[in-house]
């Protein structure tokens, strides 16, 4: 470290996340620093006994350094001043992943976007030290890597992209002969990673050969150590990579272009008092205001609505015009709200919705099935092209896009959250007389004036609404009371399966919607969730990103949700979503499932409503749109009723 990494507080120069500095952080005149994955808890409480003991602490540390040998008492005066900066930057250890490396490298991107002079950040990462099973060790390893690095970019601030840079490294390589045992001894030679924007891709050095190694000798190596390491000195922290090592350095070229040539604003240095500070949808974030539409139909690949008559391949990409269409105007649009619907497919498979002209993202927006029709509602940004791109990995299936309204910079309405409120059930003669709605039938439900949503200010509501027992499939269509019936669907249902879908609804006369059931039998419910009115909160439409996977330990531990158990998420300052956001859209998906069950999805510190989010089927995979208020600490929380079942959480936007 020592002067490499000049320019900063020395406690803020590098960092080992852990309870103790490594050897590779320690130098002649500085070290790094220990931080904890997990919010500090000595030297960070706030309590008028805690802060007693800290003044005492450091009142002894600087008037007595002989008693406290120097550098103890320095010692534990850098810890309080660590504690006391990091604490809100970090979460309770609890809300972190269950797995090491993925905690760790969470907290590596927090602590970047807080920009408070961190050069180098440091994790272990092990145990490679295992001498037998090493086939199945060493998978673990690699899916333990990829999750992290997922999980690092998906808190770290867009803007920090291009000043990034991921390195690994180790003190051995392995042997090529395996034991009994399925294990190798300490060897010399071994595969590294160096990751990021500016890095020049490509493979150093070759391939050792193994030709004429007896069991236990070393294959040879053909990129020393020292010139990875200067290399990455030289390259990326500024030069000196010869002083540091004492010897010329062999560059190995790895980059591409030097820290932040790319151009791009870093946030601005500043105290950071929420938890999660992070990423707030980029420096140029665009906030969208809505206007709701009364629902129209502008794409059906089944008879060439949108001019397509053909299914979506395997691993094709389909382009929808949302610019110009439906209502949309043909520019000015900064996200949609639509209503995607799969029919026909020939095989189980997943759609991703986002905006056109964007990298295809890690996530889902609908599970289509044989033998069925699939719905649920995205709120989607629009690319530069005014279209929408829906990708397709397997099989064939048909499309249906609905549009409900779009968002777009200039006054409109915007959203206000609401704790979620139930304003239909026919089971309990809730916003209807008693008695189960036989199809083809229609409700008109009065809305406005209840749930928490104002009478005379509403212009539209965000509804999650539910089929119950069904007798025989068919469809639901909600639309504005008062206007004629749209040839639309909001919601799928077959017999015996409960199914739910969130339903954005501009609100027709005297404040109510109308919701009309095409055939069977059966029971609805709806609960609102939010309305849109002009004192509400803009849209920010981000970047589709995974903020919850309970199969791969994002943000909540690997293990399956129970009955009555409930998950912590925390949202605010996470994969994009801005530390002041008061509501986030997740496309939330429930697998694994091992019963029949609902998902209630709420803000974090209130009282659990008597509502659901998703109504999931055993065994099968369903995804439903939610919008969400956040709490008071930036979380929701997660419910399941029945059985067991894994949760996956994406987030395509948030309301601030």
Known sequence: LDGRLAGSKDLFVAAEIGQSVPLHLIGQQQQGTAVPAGRPGFGANTDAGSQKIYTAVRRLGASNPVAWNGRVGQAMIDQLDVARTLAPLIPPADQLSGTELVADMEVMARLINANLGFRVLSAGWGDFDSHAGQPNQHTMRMQELNTAIGRFFQVLDPAWGTRVTIMTFSEFGRTSWSNDGSGTDHGTSAPHFVLGANVRGGFRGQRPSLAGLRRWDRMPFHVDFRDYYGSII????????????????????????GPGVAGATLPAVAPVVVPGAGGAGGPTATMGQFVALSPVRICDTRNGVDGRRTPIAPGETMTVQIAGVGGVPADGVVAVAVNVTSVNATQPTFLTVFPS??????????????NRAVANTTMVGVGADGRIAIFNPFGAVDCIVDVMGYFRPQPSTRLVPLVPARVLDTRNAIGTPLGRLRGPGTIDLQVAGRGGVPDGVAQAVVLNVTAVQPVSGGYVSVWPSGEAQPVVSNLNYDAGRNVANLVVCKLGAGGRVSLFADSGDLD???????????????????????????????GAPRSLVGPESEIALAVAGVGGVAPTARAVVLNITAANATSD????????????????????????????????????????????????????????????
């Not at 004492?246 to 591409?256: T, Y």
């Not at 002209?357 to 044989?370: F, I, M």
């Not at 509502?611 to 929701?636: H, P, R």
Request: aromatic share 6%; glycine share 14%.
């Open 597 to 656: 069950t609902f998902v209630t999805v709420y803000p974090d510190g209130v009282g659990r409503p008597d509502a659901s989010s998703l109504n999931v089927s055993a065994g099968g995979a369903i995804a439903n749109l939610v919008v969400a208020k956040l709490g008071a600490n930036g979380q929701v929380r997660l419910f399941n009723s029945t059985g067991s079942l894994d949760l996956i959480a994406d987030v395509t936007g948030y309301f601030i």
């Open 234 to 257: 030289d390259g990326w922290l500024g030069g000196g990579g010869s002083d540091v090592l004492g010897r010329p350095v062999q560059s190995l070229a790895l980059f591409a272009r």
């Open 524 to 554: 609805l419910l709806a609960d609102v969730v939010g309305y849109f009115a002009p004192d509400g909160a803009s849209l920010v439409a981000v970047a589709p990103a995974r903020l919850l996977d309970t199969r791969n330990a994002i």
């Open 357 to 370: 002209g964007q990298p295809l993202p890690s996530s889902s927006t609908l599970n289509p099935v044989p």
